[in-house]
């Protein structure tokens, strides 16, 4: 295990129709953590586990996306109905939480998403 | 909220010498950590150098050092020797000792000249 992965690398879909990416971390790292980042701009935090449990979601998490990480391990994000503001990079990172420390993020390539 | 700021979108020098990238931020927090990430084109994000706010010693990792100043809330980056595989877009973030919300700036592109 090299570093953090995301599948698909390009996703071009229309409007309204449902798409799901996936990330599998760093196979020691606990915690997982989704951003999205628009041309021209830095990325912007969106969500993040410890484990399985989704501890914090940023306001951008419109109810028409869902993050999971049934077991801990890779992590979806699904996007229903997506809007051609949906276009973006959608990047996942991971990291080793113990105790009160956090440890450096680690990004993946990214998933660009394209919504015509 | 945190925001972080560069001022910078884009920057360009000379193979071989030194450039400096400005970052600041705004916090009404003591603790928390600063990162220089680099985004090469179509290549993914990698961590340049982390500075942790209750250290006074400014990092350094090879090339890469920071001017960290706490009080002025600035947070510059200093590539020396530049290389052409430095060239990419340069992001400043900032996360809270507290919390995972890592804040990112819009990013500077370097460009490296030969």
């Known amino acids: 295990d090299t570093g953090v992965s995301q599948d698909p690398r390009h996703k071009i879909t229309k409007r309204g129709q449902n798409v799901t990416f996936r990330c599998d971390p760093i196979?020691?790292?606990?915690?997982l953590y989704w951003y999205r980042q628009t041309l021209g701009q830095g990325p912007e935090f969106l969500t993040y586990?410890?484990?399985?449990?989704?501890?914090?979601k940023s306001r951008l998490l419109s109810d028409r996306f869902s993050a999971e990480r049934p077991k801990g391990s890779f992590s979806t994000l699904e996007i229903q109905r997506t809007e051609q503001g949906d276009s973006a990079m959608y990047l996942c990172?991971?990291?080793?939480?113990?105790?009160?420390?956090?440890?450096?993020?680690?990004f993946g390539p990214g998933t660009r998403l394209t919504v015509l | 909220a945190q925001t972080v700021t560069q001022s910078q979108p884009e920057m360009s020098v000379q193979e071989a010498e030194t450039v400096t990238l400005s970052c600041t931020y705004d916090?009404?927090?003591?603790?928390?950590?600063l990162f220089w990430y680099k985004q090469p084109p179509s290549r993914q994000m990698i961590l340049v150098i982390r500075?942790?706010?209750?250290?006074?010693q400014n990092a350094t990792e090879n090339r890469f050092s920071v001017n960290f100043q706490k009080a002025a809330k600035s947070f510059s980056l200093k590539i020396s020797d530049s290389q052409l595989g430095d060239a990419a877009m340069y992001f400043c973030?900032?996360?809270?000792?507290?919390?995972?919300?890592?804040?990112f700036g819009a990013g500077t592109r370097l460009t490296v000249k030969p």
């Open positions: 990172a991971s990291s080793l939480a113990v105790g009160a420390n956090t440890y450096t993020q680690y």
């Open positions: 196979s020691e790292h606990n915690r």
């Open positions: 586990f410890q484990n399985e449990a989704q501890l914090e």
């Open positions: 916090t009404s927090e003591s603790d928390y950590y």
């Open positions: 500075q942790e706010a209750y250290k006074q």
């Open positions: 973030a900032y996360r809270s000792a507290d919390n995972n919300d890592m804040r």
